[in-house]
């Protein structure tokens, strides 16, 4: 008997135990399957609710935008050169929207920072069915000191309705000069909103040296010539940069002053810029100065690259648009790496895995960004760890001083040592 009871004490325990196994793996999996139902379900609402805008949208163009005839082989969306040039045209062929169509001021402006992704994020915009982007995306017109006339900034705007959003970007408003630019477009739009997009200065200062020497090989400037590698460039500029930096920041305890004197460094040292641009925070007191988190929007340009869907859909909501593109349409390019667009529907939703498996049949379905975006991304081009450190060194205290002033702090590169 003392054998047999503990030997039944010990199968009673072995028993509960794998019951109550049983039962966790079960409650595990039921929690799964109602993840997997919530996490549809939402979709399927997020689907329907984006349906609903479009359709909605599309009964709005039916009912108050009329249409003319244009010829089959230049049918082109409203704001095309055509368009603006044949208002009047009738002819039998495809219909194109016309009337309540005009030049408005831009509601958006994308202010900066070059080489963040300026570009990428209005590219996926204008999927949207009520942005509309001029011929010309980079307009330049707030660069100048000339007296500002409204009505040449209207025509560089695309035709559009009174629902519709014209949207421009130009990223060297946010560095450059007339040091008013912001009390400049305030005044001359009111409504308008701005987008800044910023990134990890060290590996934009990189990402603009390539582009400065691709621009080199086709043009053959001057400025560039001798650079043949971001090493050489680094080692010759940032000591001299650094001490003017250093020299500049004794003489004064404002950032204004700063700014004032990167400023006007740039009209005299254009290839200066390339280290000056990351000094974010010389310059973005200027602009909280007139626009408040209601009208400026400041996303992290290393965070767009890793999730765009999700910074689409936050400016969807800043601009004030319907939320017609959503994180669910952008999927990495199986190939690139790189996000494209693509809309989702629910056929895809119950697909997914099988058109996921089928490359091929994947990238005939992608929008994506021209081939010369991420051209320091795609791991063709490196830079040096000991000349990204040096870098990493450099900003770090004013990436600090950015953080402090925006109240929000961004995952970028650290130096080893601060």
Known sequence: MSIRRP???VLFVILNVALL????????????LEGIHSIALDFEERLRARDTSLKEI???????????NAPDAIFLRPGNVW?????????????????????????????????????????????????????????????GKNKIDLNVYRK????????????????VYFAFSPENNPERIKSSILDVKLILIVCDPTTRAFSEYVHERARY?????????????????????????????EEWLNSSQSHSDLREKIINMA??????TILSNGIYSAHIQRWRNCFNETTLKIIDGNRFLDDPGSIIEELQDFIGIPKVLLREDFVRHPVTKFFCYRRFTEQNFKNNVTEQNNDKELIKKLQCLPKLKGRTRNGKQNAKDQTLEKLRAFYHPFNQQFFKDIKESFNWSQPRHT
């Open 7 to 9: 030997y039944k004490m």
């Open 83 to 143: 368009l603006e040039s044949n208002a009047n045209f009738t002819s039998s062929s495809t219909s194109c929207y016309t009337q309540n169509l005009q030049h408005r001021l831009p509601k958006v402006i994308g202010i900066g920072i070059k080489k963040c992704g300026t570009g990428g994020v209005i590219r996926f915009l204008d999927h949207h069915p009520l942005v509309r982007l001029p011929p010309k995306n980079e307009v330049f017109f707030f660069t």
């Open 156 to 171: 560089k705007m695309p035709l559009t309705n009174e629902r519709q959003v014209a949207m421009e970007k130009t990223p």
């Open 58 to 68: 599309e009964d709005y163009n039916a009912k108050h935008v009329q249409t003319i």
């Open 267 to 272: 009209r005299t040292d254009f290839k200066a």
């Open 217 to 245: 090989k086709l043009y053959h400037g001057p400025m560039m010539a001798k650079y043949n590698t971001f090493e050489s460039f680094v080692d010759e500029n940032l000591p001299q940069f650094q001490s003017k930096i």
């Open 21 to 32: 196994w049983v039962v966790k793996k079960w409650h595990s999996e039921e929690q799964k």
